[in-house]
């Protein structure tokens, strides 16, 4: 599945995540509310309601409530359709309520904006935009047609009509911005939940990669010794049975069998033990292991090393998945938008650690730079999408899931382009793409000079 089909599916099933008790529940909430703003308008300031029509009114909500308690089950989740159909509902009881009761006279005709505000977070655009519409028109009927505010002794409650008019637009302007403002929150908390996902599950898959490399190399490290003594001993026994074939073919079987536990070794995936020789390695291997997949590609990725300061010798950084998983990502991108070289140029000295990667294509959009990172967002044109990318959406989750996974690490990133982006091709140097860097305290993943001099110990029980 893509990433847009994942997206749209998500959006899609977001409704069926809001179970019809909640509704239940806040409906109830809203029928005593307006059976006490009923009773204290009556009992307490001596207006004239027409009972009846009212209470019936309240009573088709209380009886829609009865009946759905009644035949749906608690775990009952609704559809796109369903929870539109109960919005709609509620807005329409509202505004008979309210025609009964003095239209926009009533000061409670505000609550008309609140089954416009949650649907935008629930239902999808054209759904919430329907119901906008019938808030939209149903306040306009009860501003125009109502049944007027009277007390017992007869004196009519009215509001100016300029306030009256001035409530109107109020309520229009409420229902569009509330319905832009949830939906556009909504929108972005979504889109930034599905790239956490994206990343998570990116991860995840590189935690699983680094864990089986590690089972590997464990199990070839601690019995290659045993398997190897084991060889070398049947192999001096073979020389010894020479004159007694049936004890030198079991001899053989014996040597036969130590090969194919090696060869087990080199393609076994089981949980084992996590090596702990594999947790940190030199800083150019972790980078040359996270350029890997990309060295072969046909743009040539160049890594030069540029110790700083006093601290020449390379440092030896931790192997996380975060680490190699991100540089990965960038990597790629830098590739797949270069037009002919990628460089990566490693700079270390006592207090920091500093990876560049830049590209020789078009580069970052410059209305873009300040945006990079963010998920979903489009990061380089159309144009520049390399035609063999098959699928490519070029949304930026990429580098979001770069981004997260790096700053999870303790990095941090900044995102250039080495010239500018619209000068003529003979005008550009040669390292004229986009350009990232990626900075890290060194004592955040660096082994020290104490923890190296340390015994490595014992490969603990990998946790499952």
């Not at 089972?215 to 020389?239: N, R």
């Amino acid at each position: 599945m893509t990433d847009s089909n994942t997206n749209s599916f998500v959006r899609h099933q977001r409704s069926d995540w809001i179970r019809l008790r909640t509704f239940i529940a806040l409906r109830w909430v809203a029928i005593f509310g307006q059976i006490a703003a009923i009773t204290i308008a009556v009992r307490y300031f001596d207006l004239q309601l027409n009972l009846g029509l009212c209470f019936l009114v309240v009573g088709i909500s209380t009886i829609g409530n009865l009946v759905a308690m009644s035949v749906f089950p608690d775990s009952k989740r609704m559809t796109q359709t369903q929870l539109m159909l109960m919005f709609l509902f509620d807005i329409l009881q509202l505004g008979v309520l309210l025609y009964l009761t003095g239209g926009l006279h009533n000061p409670f005709s505000l609550l008309i904006l609140v089954p416009v505000a949650i649907s935008a977070t629930v239902l999808q655009s054209r759904a919430t935009i329907f119901l906008g519409l019938v808030t939209i028109t149903v306040t306009t009927l009860v501003g125009w047609f109502n049944i007027t505010l009277r007390t017992s002794d007869g004196a009519i409650l009215i509001m100016p009509d300029v306030f009256v008019f001035g409530f109107w637009v109020a309520i229009l302007i409420g229902t569009m911005f509330l319905g832009l403002y949830e939906r556009r929150v909504t929108a972005e908390i979504d889109s930034m939940s599905e790239a956490l996902l994206a990343t998570q599950m990116a991860l995840s898959r590189e935690q699983k990669l680094t864990d089986l490399g590690g089972v590997v190399a464990a199990a070839a490290h601690e019995m290659g010794t045993p398997l190897a003594t084991i060889k070398l001993v049947s192999v001096e026994l073979l020389d010894d049975l020479a004159d007694m074939p049936d004890q030198k073919e079991d001899v053989e079987l014996i040597r036969d069998q130590v090969d194919r536990c090696r060869d087990i070794l080199r393609s076994m995936g089981q949980i084992g033990k996590d090596d702990l020789h594999l947790r940190y390695a030199p800083l150019s291997a972790v980078i040359e292991e996270a350029a890997a997949p990309h060295m072969s590609r046909g743009t040539p990725v160049t890594i030069s090393l540029l110790p700083g300061g006093v601290a020449p010798e390379q440092p030896e950084v931790r192997r996380q998945p975060e680490i190699i998983h991100g540089l990965r990502n960038l990597i790629q991108n830098a590739v797949d938008f270069s037009s002919a070289n990628v460089w990566i140029d490693v700079k270390w000295d006592d207090a920091k650690i500093a990876i560049k990667i830049i590209d020789d294509g078009r580069g970052f959009p410059p209305h873009l730079i300040k945006r990079i990172g963010d998920p979903f967002v489009r990061t380089r044109r159309p144009s520049q999408e390399p035609e063999n990318r098959v699928g490519y959406e070029g949304m930026g989750l990429g580098l979001f899931i770069a981004k997260t996974l790096l700053e999870r690490s303790g990095a941090e990133l900044s995102f250039a382009n080495g010239c500018d982006p619209f000068l003529s091709r003979s005008e550009r140097p040669e390292r004229c793409g986009a350009i990232v860097q990626v900075i890290w305290r060194r004592d955040m993943i660096s082994r020290s000079k104490s923890e190296a001099q340390q015994s490595v110990g014992e490969n603990q029980p990998m946790q499952p």
